[in-house]
């Protein structure tokens, strides 16, 4: 399967603006004269006339405070030789979701208030983010801590349990009591702002916000319903969970923090130092609009946004939306992974030739942006994306789909179908700062999508993973094929908060699927799994090779089941636990598990070089370095000699690699090096990342 050559060229033509056809035409948005959505609305008016021309759209400096999503139709598409463009005319053209509070009033003690805005309905807005000049305010926590470090003071589980009832309707819901340790710490909250406080609790790769029912102050349990049995909850325990309280009037406590008061209508902040009220400037997230922009194409009836490119414009403040969220609420969500349920400032369904380009996403309570149904061909490039609330990009369709007359299993499949996601880029980006409201979220994520590519982007400062591959657990097919991850720099992720990551994630049947020279470190769980590169349940066909990995809590490499996948000529260092390099599972679904692990160099000083389980998977392992610094080297349990004697390893060598200062983090190697002699072939990891890293 290939590209078309005509996306290739259309691609060129948005990026450039370079038309033909009909003379081009253009119109100005402006905070004093045309709005964007009457610029919309007048481009659409037109085509609808049948003019084709290419258009572009100047968007002066200022802020677009919206009301409502800006929503894309097929009618507003531009042609491959005529675009629609949507430029940033110099300084920040902002497109805002955002609420600016006002009114504010010095309530003594050190606290300030406002007033908490309207809804179109006049209701008082729930939100549950808050920006006070230009920063995320940390929201009222038990214990403390705030959105760039969730684990300071955490709670651990000491009892959780999970009962269903029926209603009178006979539909089954479930109650959940909780008992965190140190309950005394729950005795500050107050039953009447209790409708506003939620329960956060993180449980390995998952997180959960709950709506709190009631307290129990003798036992010091917490209530909270649910309409879904997930059975992690049964599974909640001390070694593996945390749990925090946030908007409880008991923790605002300390400059910089805010209080949803919804018993009185009012929003409470604690000033920093310096902050004065007259000049405060605050947002608030407008209720419920978590999308700034909808591109709505209908893949079913092949009526697709297409050939609009956006350009050096500003998407900021959204709200975090999720399962719960409705009704002006607060969000109600529930386990899942890299919170798949989030939407995105920007969300699109049925998009074709798309375009952002030099844009910056900030602020959000979501991901950036999200591609979901039937987007081919569109590209992410040289983007900021920072202080988000989930992650960067979340991309795929919501099953694996496969042409008609095809079926889903573990095989090349080669064909698209109107809901695939194909061929999309996301390229010399910056994306960071992420989960401040979700901490599972990644930084990019394709689920169902193939052909697709991740390329010098600097992905850091998340809790979760860096890069998410494939959404099929098991040896049962996947279409997320053929999709590379290279040259990104991957760091400062975990952070001590999630567990079971990578800096890269695979899951499923991936043939074609290359993870190449990407620079990973410094990845941290909490309880375990703080991985390099992760190969997932069910991966399949994936090859690894010339990545660099340092500083992982775990291995630099981990293989939980997979068969056919290639690790070869990469560098592990310096891992913490459970062996640099580790496989958990011999045989799952009656099918062997196997890797290829070659020419690499691993390292490490006094931790497993290699882990539980290895030497039960097949396939052939040869020409690596092996070295421990401090002497005394672990395989699996085994020294050196009974490692080769094993049969595990051939042609390998145990002695020190010679890097130039490896204890620096310079894993240049010297001539000298025997590294060579085995086959292995140096690369220059400078290459990785942005263009524009900061």
């Known amino acids: 399967m290939k590209i078309h050559p005509k996306h290739i060229v259309a691609l060129a033509v948005l990026a450039a603006g370079i038309v033909s056809g009909a003379a081009p035409k253009e119109m100005t948005v402006a905070t004093d004269g045309m709005s964007p959505n009457d610029a919309l609305l007048s481009i659409r008016a037109a085509k609808g006339k049948g003019d084709w021309s290419s258009w572009t759209v100047h968007v002066k400096p200022g802020v677009y405070v919206l009301k409502e999503p800006l929503v894309f139709t097929p009618a507003d598409s531009g042609t ?34 406002a007033p908490i805005p309207k809804t179109p309905s006049d209701e008082r ?44 309707a006979g539909k089954t819901t479930y109650i959940e009591h909780v008992t965190p340790s140190n309950a005394a710490a729950l005795a500050t909250m107050q039953a009447d702002k209790m409708p506003w406080a939620q329960m956060c609790v993180v449980h390995k790769w998952a997180f959960s916000r709950r709506v709190i029912k009631s307290i129990d102050p003798a036992t010091g349990t917490v209530e909270t319903h649910s309409p879904v049995n997930w059975d992690g909850w049964k599974k909640w325990n001390s070694q593996e969970t945390l749990v925090w309280f946030e908007n409880v009037r008991g923790g605002f406590d300390a400059p910089g923090e805010w209080f949803y008061d919804g018993k009185n209508g009012r929003i409470l902040y604690r000033p920093l130092p310096g902050e004065k009220i007259e000049s405060v400037v605050a947002f608030a997230p407008s209720s419920k609009l978590s999308r700034l922009v909808e591109i709505k194409g209908d893949p079913d009836k092949k009526e697709l946004v297409h050939d609009i490119l956006f350009s050096n414009l500003v998407f900021a403040v959204t709200d975090g939306w999720g399962e719960g969220r409705e009704n002006n609420r607060p969000t109600q969500s529930y386990q899942h992974q890299a919170a798949f349920s989030n939407d995105g400032a920007i969300t699109a369904t049925g998009a074709h030739r798309l375009a952002w380009d030099r844009c910056v996403f900030r602020h959000t309570g979501n991901y950036a942006l999200r ?15 920072e202080d988000l609330g989930a992650g960067g990009v979340i991309m795929g369709s919501w099953a694996g789909h496969v042409a008609d007359g095809e079926t889903l299993s573990r095989r090349v499949i080669s064909k698209t179908a109107p809901h695939s ?15 401040r409201f979700n901490p599972e979220a990644t930084g990019i994520v394709f689920t169902h999508v193939s052909d697709s590519k991740v390329l010098h982007c600097d992905i850091y400062d998340f809790f979760y993973s860096g890069v998410s591959v494939g959404w099929t657990w098991g040896f049962r097919g996947s279409v997320a094929q053929r999709n590379e991850i290279a040259y990104n720099r991957i760091y400062d992720l975990g952070k001590g908060v999630m567990s079971d990551m990578g800096g890269v994630y695979t899951l499923g049947t991936s043939f074609g699927t290359t993870v190449h020279d990407n620079v990973i470190h410094d990845v941290n769980s909490y309880s375990y799994g703080g991985w390099g590169i992760y190969f997932d349940e069910g991966s399949e066909g994936v090859v690894a090779e010339r990545n660099l990995c340092w500083n992982t809590t775990d291995g630099g490499f981990h293989q939980h089941y997979g068969t056919g996948c290639i690790v070869r000529n990469n560098i592990f260092a310096w891992n913490r636990t459970r062996g640099a390099v580790r496989m958990e599972r011999a045989v799952v679904q009656d099918v062997p598990c196997t890797l290829n692990f070659l020419n690499n160099i691993v390292i490490v000083k006094g931790s497993p070089l290699a882990g539980r389980g290895v030497r039960n998977v097949g396939d052939i392992w040869a020409g690596n370095l092996w070295y421990d610094f401090s002497g005394k080297p672990d395989f699996d349990g085994l020294d050196w000699n009974g490692w080769v004697a094993s049969g595990k390893e051939i042609l390998g060598k145990y002695a020190d690699p010679q890097f130039e200062n490896p204890e620096a983090f ?13 086959g292995f072939k140096p690369w220059d990891s400078s290459k990785a990342g942005s263009s524009g890293r900061q």
Do not use: H
Not at 372 to 377: K, Q, W
């Open 125 to 168: 807005a729930c939100f549950e983010q808050l920006w006070v000049n230009g920063r995320r305010a940390d929201r009222a926590r038990l214990p403390n801590g705030d959105s760039a470090n969730p684990i300071a003071g955490c709670l651990r589980i000491a009892n959780a349990s999970i009962t269903p009832v029926k209603d009178a």
């Open 371 to 385: 591609f979901n149904d039937g987007c081919v061909s569109n590209t992410v490039a040289r983007c900021l994306m």
């Open 80 to 113: 491959p030789d005529a675009p629609v463009r949507w430029v940033g005319d110099g300084g920040e053209a902002v497109f805002s979701g955002g609420e600016p509070l006002s009114d504010w009033r010095d309530e003594g003690n050190g606290v300030w208030s």
């Open 421 to 435: 996601v194909a061929f999309n880029r996301i390229e010399d980006c910056i994306i960071r700062g992420g989960g």
């Open 666 to 678: 310079d894993f240049r190697l010297k001539p000298s090096s025997p590294a060579f002699a085995l």
